[in-house]
């Protein structure tokens, strides 16, 4: 699902993903489409992040967040305070993890990113290809 016509590309994208060897390969795949990819392990450590890094336009949130962190519906619900104009994708491991969500918390999301899908793909979806 690409973000809507008319936003700007990105430049900075804070990543919020627990797992290390998947951040890191999404930070490649990022800085290949030339992206500055932002890494935080944990939701609380992305709204630290957040709040002392402007210009930051778009937060990738792990629907897979650790127990006892905040679930990714209610960080994006609290980025989304402190930063309007940031868009927020959600990463799934498969298409139909999305399906959990009811339409409302599903509506808080800018898009869906299932992971592993080609640096092409994403460029597609965040509008830099």
Known sequence: MPLEDGDAAPREVLLVV??????SALGGDLRSVGLRPI???TPMEALTITDQTPGISLLV??????????????FARMAKTRNRAAKVLLA?????DADQLDERDLGIFDGVLVKGDHPATLAAILGTA
Request: no cysteine.
């Open 18 to 23: 627990s797992d290390t060897a998947y951040r």
């Open 92 to 96: 799934v491991r498969h298409a139909d």
């Open 39 to 41: 890494e935080a392990a």
């Open 61 to 74: 949130v792990d629907f897979d967040t650790p127990p006892g962190t905040l679930h990714a519906v209610a």
